[in-house]
């Protein structure tokens, strides 16, 4: 796939989705030739990272982060993939809800045609990692968020 649609490759947010292009690798397919079903999830987990590597809760472990967990993924699979060299996936990202100290995500992941081939809500929770549980979110992080 080389055209992102009404996206940016690089994963900037255009009518209130975020775009992320994945590579599909030569260890993701299984042995009938389909992409693993468990790869699916790195997929939308690099969507996510690359997204809050550009927020202001930054990247868990990275410099300036804020903290923020997974606390809950669930991945409905619609269609199977085929591998091939030149295959790239697209993970469309939209923000659902936003809560307190928490948001939800769906995310879309196309291969070829118009239709997604798997579907992903997640929802993350801004988390103090010192204190061992949530924390409200900031203005600056839900303004983020609710911009996408």
């Known amino acids: 796939m080389t055209d992102p649609g009404p996206f940016d490759g ?3 947010a255009r009518g ?8 599909v690798r030569w260890s993701d397919p299984d042995t009938m030739g389909h992409v ?6 790195s ?5 996510r990272m690359a997204l809050l590597a550009r927020s202001p809760t930054r990247v868990p472990g990275g ?19 085929t591998f091939r060299p030149d295959l790239m996936l697209r993970v469309d990202t939209v ?4 809560g307190t100290s928490s948001w939800s995500l769906r995310q879309d992941l ?3 045609g118009p239709d997604p081939v798997a579907r992903c809500e997640c929802v993350m929770v801004t988390y103090d990692y010192a204190a061992g549980r949530s924390r409200p979110m900031d203005d600056d992080e839900r303004g ?4 996408l």
């Not at 923000?95 to 936003?98: A, E, L, P």
Request: with cysteine; net charge negative.
């Open 95 to 98: 923000v659902t809800r936003i």
């Open 110 to 112: 196309y291969a070829d």
């Open 63 to 81: 410099p300036g982060h804020r903290g923020c967990i997974a606390a809950r993924v669930a991945v409905d699979y619609l269609a199977q993939v």
């Open 144 to 147: 983020f968020w609710a911009a």
């Open 43 to 47: 997929y939308f987990e690099d969507a």
């Open 36 to 41: 693993n079903h468990a790869r699916y999830l």
């Open 16 to 23: 209130g989705t975020a775009s992320h292009l994945a590579q």
């Open 10 to 12: 690089d994963g900037t």
